[in-house]
Structure formats: structure tokens, C-alpha cells
């Protein structure tokens, strides 16, 4: 608030201040209610970590390079959450019992795979001029008793991002009876109806090559998994990719989590 002084010479003036600024530096009891304000230490998210600050490294705050290899990546992870790396090797991992040769013969059958740990077969194929849809299951077993139900997408495309986030979406947060679904898309912005038949059949043989290369990528990945009754559903879009995606995670219901791995395509709002 301001406030208006009387015409006063320089000395009054100053007194008149001094007993101003006394009167504000007062200990009150409604200066004493107030609670002391606690500074909390966060990380600069701007902060880069360099060689040079290596021993900071005790003090919590990790930061990741995004030109670093996915060996580095997951070694960092061993360090900066523990609990999440044993999850994700005792997922990527089947255990198989060490044997000696002594009983080797003996006990063969116990370091076999387990005989569910298969896909599916025939997988149920759905195609359209614009989308070709398969689906399969893998490590049918009706001795394994699975809890609730959680569905998960992961919108990729062939990228080292996309790829990572395939990874990360079946090795980390998939569990036993739950459904994976997986989009990808072929860019194109003409519409399909206004094709014609020799333009239908060149978008349907990329459609087909792309759905074919993510099943291949998928397979890879589940067949080092302990998991079993998991549905997988791999969809080979054709269109305008931000659209289409957005379109396909409305068309699935139930949800629980998107994940996104596509950083040549741009962001993804919505």
C-alpha cells in the first residue's frame, strides 16, 4: 500500500523510515503462526550428465542420454531402479535349472521349455483394402491360473523408438492373461476408395509385408518370455498416421495403457 509523507527535511525523513522498517521487522504472534518454509532439492531437468559428474552420482538424481545403446540403458536401470530391472530380466528370461552331467539323463525332461510357452496356430487373420488384422495366442495353459485381465497398446513403427517401446511394452509391464495390442502404420493419404484396383493391391502387398515384419518382431520378443495366455493382436494400418492411430485407440475398449514409441513421426495429441 502507499503511503504519503508530510513535506519533511532529509532527516526526518530518514527517521521517519528507519521507524518504518523497525516497524516491519516486528516479531508478531501472526508472524509466528506462519510455518517455516522448506526448501526442497530437486534435480535440474536441464542438466545433462557428463563423465565429469560421475561422482554425483550417489546423490539420486539419474539422467539418460538418448544416444545411448540399450545395454548402457538397461545397465542404468539396474542402478536407478533395482526392483523394475529384476522384473524385467525375470520376465525377458526362462529360468532353466542348471544340470550336471552326472544326471543329465536323469532329469532332461525338468530343462526342457515348458510345452506352453508355443504360439498359437492357426493365427485368425482379419484383411481389408486398408487394415490387415492377425491375431494369436501365446502360452495357452489351462493349469495357469491368471488374475484380472489388463489390455496394453503399443503404437510403433521401424524405428529403434518403436522397437524400444515393443521391448519395453511386452517384457516390462506384461503379465500372465493379459492382451497386447499392436498398431503400425503404412502412410498414406489418398483414400482408399478413390484407388483403383493395381493401387489397392500395391498398398495391400505393403500392408501385408508391414504386418508380416511386426509379427516377426513380436515373435522374437514373446519366445524368451515366461507368460502364459497371452492375446496378441497385431494391426497393419494404412492412412494418415497421427489420425489413424488415434481412430484405433478409440476402436479398442478398456484400455489401460498406450504406449507410444514413434519419434520420426512427430507428436501425438489427442
Avoid at 137 to 143: A, Q, V
Avoid at 145 to 169: D, F, H, P
Wanted: hydrophobic share 30%; aromatic share 6%; net charge negative.
Amino acid at each position: 500500500m502507499e503511503r504519503s509523507f508530510p513535506n519533511t527535511s532529509n532527516s526526518n525523513l530518514s527517521e521517519m523510515l528507519s521507524q518504518e522498517i523497525e516497524d516491519l521487522n516486528k516479531d508478531t504472534a501472526e508472524d509466528r503462526s506462519v510455518k517455516e518454509a522448506i526448501i526442497v532439492d530437486k534435480p535440474d531437468p536441464n542438466k545433462i550428465n557428463t563423465e565429469e559428474s560421475e561422482d554425483d552420482s550417489d546423490d539420486g538424481r539419474y539422467y539418460v542420454d538418448d544416444d545411448i545403446d540399450s545395454d548402457e540403458y538397461e545397465h542404468d536401470l539396474a542402478i536407478r531402479d533395482p526392483v523394475l530391472f529384476r522384473i524385467t530380466e525375470s520376465n525377458r528370461h526362462i529360468a532353466v535349472k542348471d544340470l550336471t552331467a552326472e544326471d543329465s539323463h536323469t532329469k532332461s525332461k525338468g530343462s526342457r521349455r515348458p510345452p506352453e510357452l508355443v504360439f498359437s496356430e492357426p493365427p485368425i487373420l482379419i484383411s481389408r483394402d486398408d487394415c490387415i488384422e492377425v491375431s494369436f495366442y501365446y502360452g495357452l495353459s489351462n493349469e495357469k491360473k491368471t488374475g484380472r485381465c489388463q489390455r496394453y497398446m503399443v503404437m510403433c513403427g521401424i524405428g529403434e523408438e518403436s522397437m524400444n517401446a515393443l521391448r519395453w511394452g511386452l517384457g516390462t509391464i506384461l503379465r500372465s492373461g493379459d492382451e497386447i495390442h499392436i498398431s503400425s502404420v503404412v502412410p498414406n493419404d489418398e483414400p482408399v476408395e478413390s484407388m483403383d484396383s493395381d493401387e489397392k493391391y500395391n498398398l495391400w502387398r505393403q500392408l501385408d509385408r508391414n504386418s508380416k515384419t511386426m509379427i516377426s518382431r513380436v515373435r522374437s520378443i514373446m519366445d524368451e518370455m515366461l507368460l502364459y495366455n497371452i492375446k496378441i493382436v497385431v494391426y497393419s494400418l494404412a492412412g494418415k498416421t497421427r489420425e489413424t492411430l488415434l481412430k484405433q485407440i478409440h476402436a479398442i475398449p478398456n484400455l489401460t495403457m498406450v504406449i507410444c514409441g514413434c519419434r520420426e513421426r512427430g507428436l501425438l495429441k489427442g
